[in-house]
């Protein structure tokens, strides 16, 4: 184990009248030394450098270089750097976009729309195409077979949240499953700019309302069509009472 420095007590006789004045504790000293004599302190302390900017305290900016040592490495690093943050950007944008309207969707409450248009490729005498839109449980659009669709046109471009689709016309389960009905609907909507979005909406066989959220902007034309038919005995067709569609607020 080392020896402890022992302190030893300046005597009068070492005592100078001039020289170097210590900023600690004001001992005088020679010139030459580095060091006070009495306290240690360093008596030419370098010089501390500028402190950086705020922009230089982050990595890679912060590391110091003389002349051109590591500069292009440095640059060729933050040049791929924001060409990959650049890229990310473009690639989330996307799903950034549509995060932020189904969010707004969940916030607002839907409210109904009604087309201006309603027109059916084939429909049962009797029963007409336009009863999906009429509010009324009792009266549905008959369809001759699987395959025969609707479309409804709207007036004024729109967001579609959500579809309600009624199936079959009776709400009592045994008088339901009499009934001939598809179990579903193939959704084409198409946007004002002219895209076309495609859902396959799959239904449960009970009676009632089925909500399908869709979440699909600009909309002008939506055409349903009835696919995996089910009680479609001779003698029957097709039965869809209602479809309502709801727009953001």
């Known amino acids: 184990m080392a020896h402890r420095p022992v ?40 010089a501390k450098a500028d402190p950086l900017p705020w922009w230089r305290t982050v990595w890679p900016f912060r590391r110091r270089v003389r002349a051109s040592s590591g500069r292009w490495t440095r640059f060729l690093v933050i040049l791929a750097v924001v060409l990959a943050l650049c890229a990310g950007g473009f690639l989330l944008l996307p799903a950034g976009r549509a995060l932020y309207q189904d969010t707004l969707d969940k916030l607002s409450k839907p409210k109904p729309v009604t087309p201006v248009r309603v027109t059916a490729s084939a429909e049962v005498p009797g029963h007409p195409v336009k009863n999906t839109t009429d509010g009324l449980r009792n009266r549905y659009w008959g369809a001759p077979a699987a395959g025969a669709s609707v479309t409804y046109t709207f007036g004024t471009p729109f967001r579609l949240v959500n579809v309600l689709i009624t199936n079959g016309t009776s709400v009592d389960p045994e008088e339901y499953a009499q009934e001939g009905r598809a179990l579903r609907i193939d959704l084409e909507v198409t946007s004002e700019d002219g895209e076309r979005h495609d859902r396959q909406l799959d239904l449960s066989d009970k009676p009632g309302s089925q909500p399908f959220p869709t979440g699909i902007s600009d909309v002008t034309t939506i055409r349903l069509t009835l696919r995996s038919p089910t009680g479609l005995t001779a003698g029957r067709h097709l039965a869809l009472a209602e479809v309502e569609f709801f727009q953001r607020s």
Not at 11 to 35: H, K, Y
């Open 7 to 46: 302190v030893r007590s300046v005597e009068v006789g070492e005592e100078t009248t001039s020289g170097v004045a210590c900023p600690s504790c004001g001992a005088l000293n020679q010139p030459e030394r580095r060091f006070c004599r009495r306290c240690a302190t360093p008596l030419r302390p370098e």
